[in-house]
């Protein structure tokens, strides 16, 4: 398996519900990061959380980081229709000599009306 | 402040033929990325460059693949002697000069079709 691995692949809510996504990877890292990407198009960044922070919050978003378990999860409360999309966790590793991401498969999220 | 350019948005080479690809990052950015994207996968690293320099290119096919980012004007990604292979999203980001490493912006990302 590789470094980044998202989970569940596929999620599926109706609107207003919350979304979970998780997040696993392999090394030390400096940061992680979360990405949504809509169908064909390029990636928007959401939200960065460096290795020393446990939790952090963007608007309706909640982001945590369990350097023990090597695991970030994504909450996504009060979905929206809007929010239909796929969403990667992407690392820097320390020491990686640069900031290379190395990005999971993703979790396709679709939120239905 | 435009985010991160890249052109063409959707490119369509048969096999043989050479594709380019350009990126200009966002204004005051001194790094960029690119990462190609094949269907249905997550974004894979291919190089990074400040100006002048390639600082990992540790993710590029040894062959029939290069990658610049001169003083003045766009980086630029070349694929020689293109094959179906190649067809994929190839997305550049861009970084400014932090440390350590900050957030990469991305921007729309070609879309190169090999036939």
């Known amino acids: 398996s590789q470094q980044g691995e998202e989970d569940p692949q596929a999620l599926s809510i109706q609107e207003g519900e919350n979304a979970t996504m998780n997040c696993s990877y392999k090394?030390?890292?400096?940061?992680l990061q979360w990405y949504r990407q809509n169908s064909g198009r390029g990636l928007v960044h959401l939200i960065l959380?460096?290795?020393?922070?446990r939790e952090k919050h963007s608007g309706r978003l909640r982001v945590t980081l369990d350097t023990s378990k090597k695991s970030s999860s994504l909450l996504i409360t009060a979905s929206r229709a809007a929010d239909t999309a796929s969403y990667f966790c992407?690392?820097?590793?320390?020491?990686?000599?640069?900031?290379?991401?190395?990005f999971g498969t993703g979790t396709q999220l679709k939120v239905e009306l | 402040n435009a985010g991160v350019m890249q052109n063409p948005r959707h490119l369509v080479r048969r096999r043989g033929q050479e594709a380019r690809l350009r990126c200009s990052p966002m204004?005051?950015?001194?790094?960029v990325y690119w990462y190609r994207q094949l269907p249905e996968e997550g974004l894979k690293f291919m190089v990074y460059?400040?100006?002048?320099?390639?600082?990992?290119e540790s993710g590029m096919p040894k062959e029939r693949f290069s990658a610049e980012f001169p003083k003045e004007g766009p980086s630029i990604l070349r694929i020689q002697q293109v094959v179906r292979g190649d067809s994929a999203a190839y997305f550049c980001?861009?970084?400014?000069?932090?440390?350590?490493?900050?957030?990469?912006?991305f921007g729309p990302g070609t879309r190169l079709t090999v036939l």
């Open positions: 959380i460096r290795s020393n922070e």
């Open positions: 090394t030390s890292i400096n940061n």
């Open positions: 204004k005051g950015h001194s790094h």
């Open positions: 460059l400040q100006k002048e320099n390639i600082i990992d």
């Open positions: 992407a690392t820097d590793e320390k020491g990686g000599g640069g900031n290379k991401l190395t």
């Open positions: 980001a861009s970084s400014p000069l932090t440390h350590p490493p900050d957030t990469q912006y």
